[in-house]
């Protein structure tokens, strides 16, 4: 069964401070992996998308990183604002006719001042 | 470019009562799925729209879940009778074509009591 897994469920970490989230996988083939934010109350917002062959993707201060052999991939958070208090989703498609989405279950981040 | 619109942002309804959701997709964007989003879980796909033709809704509840998409733009999204357990975050998103990348709107938290 395709399945996406993510932790820590939750992280309280101080502004200012750097954080990595992680994402395990056992969707194979994928297409793509992709980062989604999503703050309390809104919908998901995408942050990085990867294909299987990529294996670095940056955007600000948020880095992705992809590890196709132990089917791992990482969401780093350099200098940490309070503003990045959110859920934060790892989604893979599967390479298939349908191409859905296969979520993980998100991990919720805290930042305080 | 407008994004995903949707209404109303919030419903709190008794169990047994109805409730109907609305979604606007990005202009020209042919595909629309609707997800259930329960707290603490990452987004479950309960139907997909190409233009107004269903693609899949195998994990629609159709004894009490119904949607449309009639002229291939708009959607409804209706739960007839509610139940507790439909307490949830139901989202739209659109995509231009089934395979690209999703838009989530700001979701419908529906609180059933």
């Known amino acids: 069964k395709n399945q996406v897994e993510q932790s820590p469920q939750s992280l309280i970490i101080l502004e200012g401070k750097n954080c990595t989230l992680q994402?395990?996988?056992?969707?194979?083939?994928?297409?793509?992996l992709r980062w989604y934010k999503q703050d309390t109350g809104r919908g998901p917002v995408s942050l990085t998308i990867?294909?299987?062959?990529?294996n670095t993707k940056s955007n600000g201060r948020y880095t992705a990183t992809l590890d196709a052999d132990t089917k791992q991939s990482s969401l780093h958070i350099t200098a940490s604002q309070l503003s990045d208090s959110a859920s934060y989703i790892c989604?893979?498609?599967?390479?298939?006719?349908?191409?859905?989405?296969?979520f993980g279950t998100g991990t919720r981040l805290k930042v305080l001042a | 470019e407008a994004g995903v619109a949707q209404s109303p942002r919030y419903k709190i309804i008794e169990k047994r009562q109805s409730v109907a959701f609305w979604c606007n997709p990005i202009?020209?964007?042919?595909?629309l799925y609707w997800y259930q989003q329960i707290l603490g879980q990452g987004p479950k796909l309960l139907i997909q729209?190409?233009?107004?033709?269903?693609?899949?809704d195998s994990q629609l509840p159709k004894d009490r879940f119904s949607a449309e998409r009639l002229k291939g733009v708009d959607s409804t999204l209706k739960i007839q009778p509610a139940k507790l357990e439909d307490s949830a975050v139901y989202l739209c998103?659109?995509?231009?074509?089934?395979?690209?990348?999703?838009?989530f709107g700001p979701g419908t938290r529906l609180t059933v009591t």
């Open positions: 990867m294909t299987f062959s990529e």
């Open positions: 998103a659109s995509s231009l074509v089934e395979g690209t990348e999703q838009y």
């Open positions: 729209f190409q233009n107004n033709g269903v693609v899949d």
């Open positions: 994402c395990n996988y056992t969707v194979s083939p994928f297409s793509n």
């Open positions: 202009s020209g964007h042919a595909t």
């Open positions: 989604v893979v498609t599967p390479i298939s006719g349908t191409y859905k989405y296969i």
